[in-house]
């Protein structure tokens, strides 16, 4: 399939991400919708956005994060046919430190139904995503790391009480014990 003329000559691509991401927490969401540029996509109040434009040159795409910040699931999308009311593939973003770092996307444009031929790579505009400490995961980790080494812990120094407690009565009930089992000198 040759790239239909849909009437405008560039796509509105919108990034939209999780920001602030909490480290340690659950991953944040990586955005990328390409569509009609009359048309206005929604996406949650907690994401940040930014607003670009790449060239009407394809009818199809597939999209790569940039993010060298972060491990990226999946490390790129499927074939993606790009439809007026607009087209979103979306990614996980794990933060691998806390700070402030720029996320963007490549997009390779096909003039082909199922992503064949030769792309037209395009980047889209970037933009910037804040890591924060969660210090009260850390703080519930690091109780409950205590937690596990001093219950650990107790069970070691409980069994080994018991194991000097029972010795120290066979100890003192060992003539006791000789008569009654007939181990006599």
């Known amino acids: 399939m040759v790239r239909q003329d849909v009437g405008y000559d560039d796509y509105k691509v919108v990034l939209g991400a999780d920001s602030p991401i909490k480290l340690p927490g659950t991953p944040g969401r990586l955005r990328v919708w390409i569509g009609d540029p009359g048309y206005k996509p929604t996406f949650p109040a907690e994401m940040t956005t930014a607003t670009g434009a790449l060239p009407a040159v394809g009818v199809t795409a597939k999209v790569t994060p940039i993010a060298p910040a972060f491990v990226i699931e999946p490390k790129n999308s ?9 087209s979103e593939v979306t990614f996980s973003l794990t933060p691998k430190d806390k700070g402030t770092y720029d996320v963007g996307a490549e997009v390779l444009l096909f003039n082909s139904s199922d992503c064949t031929g030769a792309p037209i790579p395009k980047a889209t ?9 969660n210090k009260a995961k850390i703080r519930e980790q690091h109780v409950k790391k205590f937690g596990d080494v001093f219950w650990e812990n107790l069970e070691k120094f409980w069994g080994a009480l018991l194991a000097l407690l029972s010795a120290l009565v066979l100890f003192l009930l060992r003539r006791r014990l000789k008569k009654l089992f007939g181990f006599g000198g």
């Open 78 to 86: 499927v074939c993606v046919t790009i439809h007026p009311t607009g």
């Open 125 to 133: 505009t970037t933009l910037k995503v804040t890591v924060e400490v």
